[in-house]
């Protein structure tokens, strides 16, 4: 896409195209760049998905697209040639068949070593070592997160952190969907102008699309992204279906969740319980069966839990701005980091995990998204 081609895509096009086909994610992207306040978001049931106002246009057109409003469309990260567009933009080319995980620079294993981010975070720490270091280095002054809407109701909403104490309680990680980027009309009221945002593949590649096809000042607002290595998220009523129907588990009891291999689980009565992965199969989120990125492409820094060492945290460093935000966390001492090569298990799965998602792009999709697999 990158210049906006003669027909000016607008909503029609991306309702048509992405939302109503399978492709769209829930990232709300469009909804944030929108600058006529028309799109709004459903998390209800199940849907994750955009959708318009019945004025200006009806729920399946938008008169200020005809009239030449291509914001939606730009800010898309499953739009037409977004992956050839973001690529060329962060990278100044187009990934190699085998670049499965995405075009990267440095591989290490990272922790925080502050023992009270190490504590309140998930695997080493590191997403929430990142944004306080960030916001008291004066990167960023907020960050859009997920937190939970309240003690024991493991329902992830968007937040924003805009200290250390705001970071440190939105540690740790929900495996339910959370639209982080709704957070935006918050950290703004709040007055921020260089924003971090926190989110799976699809919300991490939001900012590089936006700055790709030139949405403007959301663009340059959305400052560092930083992504989570995911193959999906499960809807919130895997709860009282799954965990509390078959093995007696409250929600308001958990105190922590994880998965590796197998949904673990943590409870208030110090209990530790394992659910097999397979048996939430069927809540995963409908935005989750098509995309293709597990690695989290487009970030300036990938991180995830997985490997051989739980308290580690797999980054992959992949833009100038994510290396030298890394280098200044080592030398002040608020990481630590050591060679990817130290977990060669943690790589191949990652490589794996890749293979798996780039498959579930469908043929039928609109031509030109340059998701080709990668030979096995």
């Not at 701005?321 to 799965?349: K, N």
Request: charge should be negative.
């Amino acid at each position: 896409m990158g210049a906006v081609p003669p027909e000016k895509p607008h909503w029609a096009d991306l309702y048509k195209e992405v939302v109503t086909s399978g492709l769209c994610t829930g990232c709300a992207g469009c909804i944030i760049a929108c600058p006529h306040d028309v799109l709004k978001y459903d998390d209800q049931g199940g849907v994750y998905r955009p959708w318009k106002v019945d004025e200006d246009g009806g729920p399946t057109d938008c008169t200020h697209g005809v009239k030449g409003c291509t914001m939606c469309t730009r800010a898309c990260p499953r739009f037409r040639n977004w992956e050839t567009d973001i690529d060329s933009f962060l990278f100044g080319r187009e990934r190699t068949e085998d670049e499965v995980a995405g075009i990267s620079g440095d591989i290490v294993l990272a922790r925080a070593t502050d023992p009270e981010i190490l504590d309140s975070g998930q695997d080493g720490g590191l997403v929430s070592a990142i944004l306080i270091w960030a916001l008291e280095h004066d990167r960023i002054d907020a960050a859009l997160v997920s937190a939970l809407e309240g003690e024991g109701t493991w329902k992830a909403i968007p937040a924003v952190a805009r200290n250390r104490a705001e970071v440190l309680a939105a540690a740790g990680s929900r495996y339910t969907y959370s639209a982080n980027t709704l957070a935006y009309p918050q950290a703004i009221a709040a007055g921020a102008e260089r924003i971090a945002l926190v989110g799976m593949s699809c919300q991490a590649s939001i900012p590089a699309v936006m700055k790709a096809r030139k949405t403007g000042k959301v663009a340059r607002r959305l400052a560092l992204s930083i992504g989570l290595l995911c193959s999906k998220t499960f809807d919130d009523a895997i709860f009282p279906e799954l965990f509390e129907a078959k093995y007696g588990l409250e929600r308001a009891e958990i105190t922590k969740i994880n998965i590796k291999g197998v949904f673990q689980i943590w409870t208030r009565d110090g209990g530790y319980h394992e659910v097999p992965l397979k048996e939430g199969h069927a809540w995963t989120r409908e935005g989750c069966k098509s995309c293709p990125d597990f690695a989290a492409e487009h970030a300036d820094i990938s991180t995830g839990g997985i490997g051989a060492f739980s308290d580690w945290t797999l980054t992959i460093v992949r833009t100038d701005q994510g290396r030298e935000i890394l280098a200044g966390m080592v030398a002040d001492g608020v990481v630590e980091t050591r060679p990817g090569d130290d977990d060669p298990g943690a790589l191949e799965l990652l490589r794996k995990l890749a293979r798996v998602s780039r498959r579930r792009w469908p043929e039928t999709a609109v031509a030109g998204p340059g998701v080709t697999p990668s030979p096995v």
